[in-house]
């Protein structure tokens, strides 16, 4: 359980993310949004990063300074609670006696057992998370190796440059809710972003394809990477619309109402909510806000 409990902060941070990259790019992916009352800020964050992804450009830290509230998915600060991670815990692992085996199919299982040896997670371990977490788990074991830690992530430095300078931090979620929508999937969805994952890690064509897609500035290649398991696979279409299109109708509302009390707010959310029709960029530019890439 010990070894349950240092991870926790690390899964929290993947849980919705699993691509890695560098802001620091010659481009990267952020946006002006433009009413006419107020201006926005809105940033693709990652959630790992390494110290060489930094200093940020110069014109997305000038942004910064001179935008009014940081607002994120949820306030970092938070995840470092004994409460928070307790209450994670009890959500994503099964209780004594029972195990992941009893509610996989054998070959997800077999999978799973050989994907997890090969990243060092013991069999133990492994039995007591349910699927998503130990999708998620799959997927913080592999960022390690890569050399990538969510001390370097976009999100945990706007949180310190946004203590430094003093600004609002307001949360467009809570932790209760992203943990409550990854254990509410019903048995199959669960199982499938399971298999999802396995096959990401096992290909390594989707994170590379993210990597390039980022350094690049190009939201319509992210786009293609995110979206591509629901194109083969339209049974994956409830899991999409949980972790990604139904939050990001619900985010696009919380920038629209901040932008009406023109706080001139600076968003900082996962990447993979800005990209596609159904993202936040393109929710706001059908509401007849100005959307522009920098």
Known sequence: MSRCRSLVLLILW?????????????RGLWYVVRSKTDTAYLVGSIHVGRAD????????EQSFAA???LVMELDPDKLNTPDVQQRSLRMALYPEGDSLRNHVKPETYRRALEEAGRLGLPEPVLNRFKPWMLAVT?????????????????????ARRGKELGKRLVELESVDAQMALM????????????????????DGSAIDGMIKSWLAGDAAGLEAV???????YPETASIYEKLFFSRN??????????????????????AGHLVGQQGIVEI???????????
Do not use: H, W
């Not at 390690?144 to 976009?154: E, F, I, S, T």
């Not at 619900?250 to 932008?259: D, F, H, P």
């Not at 530019?285 to 959307?291: A, D, E, L, P, T």
């Open 53 to 60: 992804f930094y200093p940020l450009p110069d014109p997305l």
């Open 284 to 294: 706001l530019r059908r509401k007849g806000y100005q959307v522009e890439q920098q």
């Open 183 to 202: 254990n509410g999937f019903s048995p199959a969805e669960a199982e499938d972003f399971l298999l999802g994952t396995l096959q990401d890690l096992a």
């Open 226 to 232: 995110i979206m591509k398991p629901l194109q083969e």
């Open 14 to 26: 993947l849980v919705l993310v699993c691509a890695s990259s560098a802001l620091a790019a010659e």
């Open 67 to 69: 935008a009014g509230p």
């Open 249 to 270: 109708r619900a985010m696009a509302a919380g920038i629209e109402r901040l932008m009406t009390e023109r706080q001139r707010p600076f968003v900082v959310v996962g």
């Open 138 to 158: 799959l997927q913080v074991f592999c960022f390690q190796k890569a050399g990538l830690a969510p001390d370097y992530g976009v999100d945990r430095y706007f």
